[in-house]
T-cell receptor, first 124, second 113 residues
Framework: QVQLQESGPGLVNPSGTLSLTCAVS?????????WSWVRQSPGKGLEWIGE?????????NPSLKSRVSISVDKSKNQFSLRLTSVTAADTAVYYC???????FGVGYSHFDSWGQGTLVTVSS | DFVMTQSPESLAVSLGEGATINCKSS????????????LAWYQQKPGQPPKVLIY???TRESGVPDRFSGSGSGTDFTLTISSLQAEDVAVYYC?????????FGQGTRLEIK
């Protein structure tokens, strides 16, 4: 049973950079899955930020693409999120999640495992 | 982006009664090549992450009670709880994974009447 755990600062200054890490246990990052970041705020609900495959291939939400990067560290079995130029609108609970490769070879798949989430507040 | 619209926003149901939540996608999430609807339902309880209940619109996740069922195709989908239990109090979300960016409905809050 794979487990995901987010970690990182709970408070970030406006115009600063939000950095979070998701540690994966009970399974390998190199297991043919996509590793995602999803955030949840009262104002915008659940919002998919982006994802990365163990090869390093990534997909990002166009609404955040200019500010987001996701990277993977296979040696530590973890992946990370970096969001630059943050504002109060980026205050949210940030979740990491796993998405298997689609078994049908077309389209995508659902999120089958989630971390507990970590609250990040953007404020001075 | 695909816009997912859920109704109602909140719902109060008596224990043992049925509950129905609707989800409408702005575009079809059906792939004719494999006859699959790329639609999932999640349950979120306070202080917890979302948990998948249903995927491919009607496939129940392992361990999910059979009182939960999903139906629909194309743009219109339904999550049905046949007999509400106290532990079903939660917010329910639909999500399309037909294309990126993946998008979620705004959620339906289910309470006990």
């Amino acid at each position: 049973q794979v487990q995901l755990q987010e970690s990182g600062p709970g408070l970030v200054n406006p115009s600063g950079t939000l950095s979070l890490t998701c540690a994966v246990s009970g399974g390998s990052l190199s297991s043919g899955n996509w590793w995602s970041w999803v955030r949840q705020s009262p104002g915008k609900g659940l919002e998919w930020i982006g994802e990365i495959f163990d090869s390093g291939r990534s997909n990002y939400n166009p609404s955040l693409k200019s500010r987001v990067s996701i990277s993977v560290d296979k040696s530590k079995n973890q992946f990370s999120l970096r969001l630059t130029s943050v504002t109060a609108a980026d205050t949210a609970v940030y979740y990491c999640a796993r998405r298997p490769i689609s078994v049908f070879g077309v389209g995508y798949s659902h999120f089958d495992s989630w971390g507990q989430g970590t609250l990040v507040t953007v404020s001075s | 982006d695909f816009v997912m619209t859920q109704s109602p926003e909140s719902l109060a149901v008596s224990l043992g009664e049925g509950a129905t939540i609707n989800c409408k996608s702005s575009q079809s999430v059906f792939y004719s090549s494999n006859n699959k609807n790329y639609l999932a339902w999640y349950q979120q309880k306070p202080g917890q992450p979302p948990k998948v209940l249903i995927y491919w619109a009607s496939t129940r996740e392992s361990g999910v009670p059979d009182r939960f069922s999903g139906s629909g195709s194309g743009t219109d989908f339904t999550l049905t709880i046949s007999s509400l239990q106290a532990e079903d109090v939660a917010v329910y979300y639909c999500q399309q994974y037909y294309t990126t960016p993946f998008t979620f409905g705004q959620g339906t809050r289910l309470e006990i009447k």
